[in-house]
């Protein structure tokens, strides 16, 4: 039996992005994120360090990119939508300036001037219903100048200037007086779900009424099962069905596991007995709801919500490996793993007996670990790691556990590095 730590490259671009993609891909959203106690605390106390705005809760958030002719909207993980919004590109061309890029809400109003999310799903989806309008919030490029590390009131000011006066496609931001607890009063009194509040390198959604607001939506479909009856695991006779079932099921808690970590997924569409290949980047074509990152020129596969884990399911993805990172500090994983691998001769006895020593020796060092499969025939043993430890410590603790574990047992164990 082999035991291993894998190392994981992150690889240089191969296709840079060029034209106004590749100025999207330089000027990337700011992630918004939900206001904790202490956020809005500060807000009271430094009022005049935030800029107050509605939260357009019923909207999508796109990032619209000129570059002379040309202009495209992405979503936060780089996917285009330009297609399905081509009269928001259309007014955006009508704009003088011929280097942008601007942050905003996609969204279709109801007759209340409320955004109203399930009329833009059917408009994008269709291309039917209530007209597009984009609420512009931010400017990070104009013309050859990078705006990010102006104050947010001096981007704004280089922004309404650019949008015509009483447009009605593209809409300028409009800022909010008062303090927090008057504007969410308001907000609330006109049945709006929230507001942002932004400073030069934040952006925070507080909810006006208190209650949680959806900060990521889909404008996808909910995935529909193909080939249900196609049987997967022959020697048991579990379909399809079955396994979309289980996924259905256990999906609370693996999704706990997968939150924010790049995926890469095993495709089995002829069965388990014929593996065909893994899939490390996301499908050109997958729905919204399967989310992405951006990972060396790469969109790499981000699995979030039980749409996401059901739709690759039914591709015949029946393993996931996942990262031992996350977004935002990949290069710090949250675990190391050790990887017990077994021989051609190996029993599965024996592989137990080996995980069990690898636990026994964790005990005695009162390191905590927890097991898991391997995806295929072997498993994995994860020892948690605190913030701030590098790939290459992972892989020097692992390395020491494994030999000296190799030295209790070097009848059943052989190292692979």
């Not at 690889?11 to 918004?32: F, I």
């Not at 990521?216 to 579990?238: E, H, I």
């Not at 690898?358 to 391997?374: G, N, Y």
């Amino acid at each position: 039996m082999a035991a291993k730590k894998k190392a994981r490259e992150i690889k240089k671009p191969r296709y840079p992005p060029r034209g106004s993609r590749s100025l999207a891909y330089r000027s990337r959203l700011m992630p918004v994120e939900a206001a904790e106690p202490d956020d809005e605390l500060a807000m009271k106390e430094h009022r005049a360090d935030w800029r107050f705005e509605v939260f357009w809760d019923g909207g999508y958030r796109l990032q619209a990119s000129r570059l002379k002719d040309e202009v495209s909207l992405f979503a936060d993980d780089m996917r285009e939508w330009t297609g399905p919004a081509a009269a928001i590109a259309l007014a955006l061309k009508e704009l003088t300036a011929e280097q942008f890029v601007i942050d905003g809400w996609l969204c279709v109003l109801d007759a209340n001037g409320r955004p109203d999310f399930e009329q833009l799903k059917t408009r994008i989806t269709t291309g039917k219903g209530g007209a597009l309008v984009f609420m512009l919030s931010d400017l990070w490029v104009l013309g050859d100048e990078s705006l990010a590390a102006l104050p947010l009131s001096e981007r704004r000011a280089k922004l309404k200037p650019l949008i015509p006066e009483g447009h009605r496609t593209l809409l300028a931001p409009q800022e909010l007086d008062g303090s927090l607890d008057d504007v969410k009063r308001s907000l609330s009194s006109l049945g709006l779900g929230g507001l942002l509040a932004r400073t030069t390198n934040r952006a925070l959604v507080v909810s006006a009424d208190d209650e949680p607001l959806p900060l990521v939506r889909s404008l996808s479909a909910a995935p529909k099962f193909t080939n249900q009856d196609k049987v997967l695991y022959p020697r048991d006779g579990y379909t399809k069905t079955d396994l979309v079932g289980w996924y259905r099921d256990v999906a609370p808690v693996i999704l706990q596991h997968m939150m924010r970590r790049p995926i890469v997924a095993q495709r089995w569409p002829d069965g388990i007995d014929e593996f065909t290949w893994f899939q490390h980047r996301a499908p050109p074509r997958a729905p919204d709801y399967l989310r992405s990152a951006q990972i060396a020129g790469d969109r790499r596969i981000l699995i979030e919500n039980e749409d996401a884990l059901l739709w690759m399911v039914n591709q015949a993805a029946l393993t996931f490996h996942s990262w031992a990172s996350r977004m935002g500090t990949l290069g710090n994983p949250d675990w190391a793993i050790i990887d017990l691998d077994p021989g051609t001769t190996t029993t599965w006895a024996q592989t137990i007996e080996v995980a069990q020593a690898v636990r026994a020796l964790l005990e005695l060092l009162e390191v905590p670990s927890v097991v898991k499969t391997s995806g295929q025939k072997g498993l994995h043993i994860l020892v948690p790691l605190g913030p701030g430890h590098t790939p290459e410590q992972s892989f020097e603790f692992a390395q020491r556990v494994c030999a000296m574990v190799a030295q209790l047992k070097p009848e059943l164990i052989s190292l692979s590095l």
